[in-house]
């Protein structure tokens, strides 16, 4: 199998039109908050003044300083001179995206030949990991690969049920124990599962805490050596889910997990229900890490795969 690169780009929610569609509705709040401000405040030329209103608009955007000051410090040394203003800001953001301030850490992996993709969903309760799970066996099963979830969150009671809700809706397998079990035990069989039934993804949806004061993040780690035992590779992709609600927080979430647990990608929920989607590029900016999906809404549609250019052009209202 080829793995996610299936799932890669706008085609793959229901064309090009629609994608584009659905991002720019689901960043209607963002577009019409904060940086509609921007869109009024770059319509002329940028001077003194308006570089002092314009670096309050974007960290009430929750873009975050390290993004906000380098995007200022462009601007002060007059790049993209000769275009519009607003084109100008435009073309810095893009330009900030394209070159972090640190590349990314962790990189996906690819399985060996015959072996599943083992793709770990992270985060804290309530951002959205076991929809977000549930979305994407969806997708991988519209692509004609063999999908398997596990039930890894053995903390939250409906979790479960949850997962095996979604799993009916996609036709796929899930591997779950009773409520309160050990989550290692449930990804330990579920890898073996996975191996010896064919396979092509393993989707672990996680606990965002547990039932102890045990630190969630050595427990996360358990989970990375349980797989490890049987694919010494995994797990191949590892994905952190952030609600976009919950501002200057995804930073501080993406500080902790990202070279704590080897994350590999972002996920951005809850964009339709925030003015402030801005923190999507900050996040990104400042890890490194890149973001794969933003969730736009409900429906599995509305997981979008993410462009930055197109994120951007979406917030202009363009």
């Not at 996609?170 to 591997?175: D, K």
């Not at 900016?285 to 409900?298: A, K, L, M, Q, T």
């Given at each position: 199998m080829s793995g996610p690169e299936k799932l890669e780009g706008p085609q793959s929610s229901g064309g090009a039109k629609g994608w584009f569609g659905r991002l720019r509705g689901g960043l209607s709040k963002t577009r019409g908050g904060f940086l509609a401000q921007v869109r009024g405040l770059v319509a002329g030329r940028i001077d003194e003044d308006t570089l002092e209103e314009l670096e309050e608009i974007l960290?009430?955007?929750?873009?975050?300083?390290?993004?906000?000051?380098s995007?200022?410090?462009?601007?002060?040394?007059?790049?993209?001179?000769?275009?519009?203003?607003?084109?100008?800001?435009?073309?810095?953001?893009?330009?900030?995206l394209e070159n972090p301030e640190s590349p990314p850490a962790f990189t996906p992996r690819v399985p060996p030949a015959g072996e599943?993709?083992?793709?770990?969903?992270?985060?804290?309760?309530?951002?959205?990991?076991?929809?977000?799970?549930?979305?994407?066996?969806?997708?991988?099963s519209a692509e004609k690969l063999k999908v398997m979830l596990a039930a890894g969150d053995t903390f939250r009671a409906a979790a479960g049920e949850q997962l095996a809700v979604w799993a009916e809706r996609?036709?796929?397998?899930?591997?779950r124990h009773k409520e309160g079990a050990d989550s290692s035990a449930v990804v330990y069989d579920a890898v073996q599962a996975a191996k010896a039934r064919g396979s092509?993804?393993?989707?672990?949806?996680?606990?965002?805490?547990?039932h102890t004061k045990h630190n969630l993040m050595e427990e996360l780690k358990k989970l990375r050596r349980v797989t490890q035992r049987l694919i010494d590779s995994a797990p191949h992709e590892v994905l952190l889910v952030l609600d976009a609600t919950s501002g200057q927080n995804v930073l501080s979430q993406v500080r902790e997990f990202g070279p704590a647990l080897g994350v590999t990608g972002l996920v951005l929920t809850k964009l339709d229900g925030t003015a402030k989607g801005g923190v999507a590029l900050g996040a990104t900016?400042?890890?490194?890490?890149?973001?794969?999906?933003?969730?736009?809404?409900?429906s599995v549609e509305d997981l979008l795969d993410f462009d930055s250019d197109a994120f951007i052009e979406a917030i202009f209202g363009e």
């Open positions: 960290y009430m955007a929750d873009m975050g300083p390290l993004l906000v000051e995007l200022l410090v462009k601007l002060k040394a007059g790049e993209g001179a000769g275009s519009d203003a607003q084109a100008r800001v435009k073309g810095i953001m893009r330009s900030c599943p993709r083992i793709i770990f969903l992270v985060g804290v309760n309530g951002v959205g990991k076991t929809t977000t799970a549930g979305k994407l066996a969806s997708r991988y996609s036709g796929c397998e899930v591997i092509d993804v393993l989707l672990v949806d996680t606990a965002g805490r547990l900016y400042e890890s490194g890490i890149p973001i794969r999906y933003v969730g736009v809404g409900e």
